[in-house]
RNA sequence: GGCCCGGUGGUCAAGCGGCUAAGACACCGCCCUUUCACGGCGGUAACACGGGUUCGAUUCCCGUCCGGGUCACCA
């Protein structure tokens, strides 16, 4: 019998959540959902000088937006809590004094000074710690204990032969002990530092499934001699690909903050709907075994796997996430695409009184990003100052000198509706092209023109004069009639 | 710079020794159409390079080149 899956998302409260956080989380829960295991969230606060306030907050909204429900975690409890890494402080330090009495971690008592100085005196940017105090006497180390010196806990790296592991979408990877840092694994403020905390936490929280980003697959190792060292058994590691953004110049590099949104937050104040931003985060990395692209969470958790997850940086695409949050305000009904519009409608048109399921109706087919729709319906609030030139179409063989009379008949034609709604305006339109004997374009042009001011419209004439409303309709065409004499 | 990883169209990507090398986004054209969109149809465009292995390499091996990552009392 196997034991149950177990993966964590381990976020330190930073602020805000980097996309590619997010699709850490996403794949962390997806490898447990689609095993039948467990999903846990895990706050990383051992850096005392980065925490943020209110950023905690900002994790559990964005897990809870993007539909990532965890089974276990500071806000929910669970059998292996604390959850909270700075709550589980006094945990780390026996394990690490451990490591020292078993000779694989030690005291040092070299200074940040010490360290500055060697660092910058050092010709290779590589060079690291001299494991100044790796072999320090026994009594020395023990007086400066007595002392008080200030301290952190170094681990011990072996100085000869490799280490190797298996990687679950790199395969095998070894590498160099002598390449290994002394890294440090308790802090001078008594916190534990990442890499340490990661390793001890994961195993007491039984985590079987370790997933993070491809830039810790060369530091790896230094976490596999830790579980050696303890005697525990070595969780699967899935490094995931890097997100990356192209830069100006055509070169690329991690996704940041130059490249655009890069954050749930950003892209979501961007006009992206969160199905859509998970949908195409999911798709960044991992490729299903047919061609299907629309997937929900719950479709992903059915199809996900591991073997589907790609080796080789992807470039974060802002056109095709526009694509897939076109697709899905498509799929919505109208009433839920104008629930999301709202606060888009109020920016743009205030308390006015508009249909807003209308609004949304004419919306729907040509918005792929919501922070769009404000500009598109302004002139529903305001009608823009525009030039008579508009009217001229030449596909609608629309021209300075037969406007006039086409607004003209359309008003009058337009004034006796005694019905003013969609099918009334359409058929009374309709029909007075048939009357004046010409293209369906070539009365309609000039109707919408004045009726908006824009050569682009969501919607076309009748739509816009339904939205619009008789009186406001006639006033505007009336107005567009009045700019040629 | 050392080490690690990667390299199929502009982008995401199928492919896992034998294919006219899928598909999607973007782009271009045509159609539909009261504008713009949507939708439909079609098109341009790729196996980084050089050696091997093999009857046969995009697929396996080596080298080169290119790209990225990593070398903190940050996570």
Avoid at 112 to 141: I, T
Avoid at 294 to 301: A, N, S
Avoid at 354 to 361: N, R, V
Avoid at 460 to 465: F, Q, T, W
């Amino acid at each position: 019998m196997s034991k149950t899956v177990r993966t964590r998302f381990a976020p330190s409260p930073t602020g805000f959540m980097h996309v590619g956080n997010l699709r850490t989380a996403l794949y962390e829960y997806l490898v447990a959902k689609s095993m039948g295991g467990q999903f846990i969230l895990r706050i990383e606060d051992t850096d005392q000088e980065r925490k943020v306030d209110g950023a905690v907050d900002i994790i559990y909204s964005t897990m809870k937006r993007a539909g990532l429900i965890h089974d276990e975690g500071p806000d929910i409890g669970g059998d292996y809590g604390p959850y909270v890494q700075s709550e589980r402080k006094e945990m780390y330090l026996p394990y690490a004094k451990q490591l020292i009495e078993q000779g694989q971690a030690y005291y040092c008592f070299c200074t940040k000074e010490r360290l500055d100085m060697l660092r910058e005196n050092a010709d290779d940017p590589g060079a690291g710690y001299d494991r100044h105090c790796r072999d320090l006497p026994q009594e020395e180390v023990q007086q400066k204990l007595r002392d008080g010196v200030p301290y952190v806990i170094r681990q011990k790296m072996p100085l000869t032969g490799t280490t190797t592991f298996e990687d679950a979408v790199y395969g095998t990877i070894s590498v160099d002990n002598s390449e290994l840092q002394d890294q440090i694994l308790i802090k001078a403020d008594g916190y534990p530092t990442y890499n340490f905390a990661n390793v001890i936490d994961d195993h007491t929280m039984n985590i079987t499934h370790v997933v993070r980003g491809s830039e810790y697959l060369s530091s790896t190792p230094k976490y596999n001699l830790l579980y050696e060292a303890f005697g525990w058994d070595i969780p699967t590691y899935i490094h995931l690909p890097l997100i990356m953004g192209k830069n100006d110049d055509g070169s690329v590099s991690k996704l940041a903050k130059r490249h655009g949104a890069t954050s749930f937050e950003d892209l979501m104040k961007g006009g992206f709907l969160p199905a859509a931003i998970i949908n195409y985060i999911a798709l960044l990395g991992w490729a299903p075994k047919d061609n299907r692209e629309m997937f929900t969470l719950p479709e992903l958790v059915e199809n996900f796997s591991i073997d589907g997850i790609s080796k080789s940086p992807a470039i974060f695409d802002y056109d095709k996430l526009e694509w897939f949050n076109g697709e899905y305000i498509k799929a919505m009904t109208v009433e839920e695409f104008a629930a999301v519009c709202e606060p888009y409608f109020r920016q743009a048109l205030g308390d006015l009184p508009l249909d807003h399921i209308k609004l949304a109706s004419i919306l729907q087919q040509r918005t792929t990003k919501l922070t769009d729709i404000p500009e598109k319906i302004a002139f529903f609030a305001e009608q823009p100052e525009y030039d008579v030139s508009l009217f001229v179409n030449k596909k609608s063989k629309t021209t300075l000198e037969n406007v006039p009379s086409l607004l003209q008949a359309g008003i009058e034609a337009l004034e006796a509706l005694t019905e003013w709604n969609h099918d009334s305006i359409h058929d009374c339109l309709m029909n007075l092209a048939v009357t004046l004997g010409v293209k369906n374009g070539t009365a309609m042009w000039p109707v919408r023109i004045a009726a908006s001011g824009m050569t682009v419209t969501p919607g076309g004439a009748v739509e816009i004069l339904d939205i619009l409303g008789r009186e406001e309709s006639l006033t505007r065409l009336k107005k567009g009639l009045a700019k040629f004499s």
